[in-house]
């Protein structure tokens, strides 16, 4: 399994970025795919998760301003981050498991980590 983010950057609140993971060397859509971030200083946080059904779940600090979408053709995971805050600035990673049905937010349920992206918001 390879996860490479891209599509980081900084941004004035209110902006807007799309990260994008490509994925390679497995079945992307039996994969549950996920996002998470973290901060200096603070816990690696769950930001969104998609399942291999395309049932999506959120943490609650990001609905109505971020989309997870994934295009199974082109083994690509995005997520659309729209009214970004500075509270969002952090590195954001994209995960991977095999468990497709497995709809989590949590990092620990996840098997497999891209690099991360920095996105930073003033």
């Known amino acids: 399994v390879q996860l490479v983010e891209s599509g980081g950057g900084s941004v004035q609140a209110g902006g807007s970025l799309r990260l994008s993971c490509d994925a390679s060397?497995?079945?992307?859509?039996?994969?549950?795919m996920g996002w998470s971030r973290q901060a200096p200083g603070k816990e690696h946080e769950g930001v969104a998760a998609?399942?291999?059904?395309?049932?999506?779940h959120y943490t609650d600090s990001v609905k109505g301003r971020f989309t997870i979408s994934r295009d199974n053709a082109k083994n690509t995971l995005y997520l659309q981050m729209n009214s970004l805050k500075p509270e969002d600035t952090a590195m954001y990673y994209c995960a991977a498991d095999s468990r497709g049905w497995f709809l989590t937010l949590r990092p620990d349920d996840f098997g497999y980590w891209g690099q991360g992206t920095q996105v930073t918001v003033s």
């Open positions: 998609i399942d291999s059904d395309g049932h999506i």
């Open positions: 060397r497995y079945t992307f859509s039996a994969y549950c």
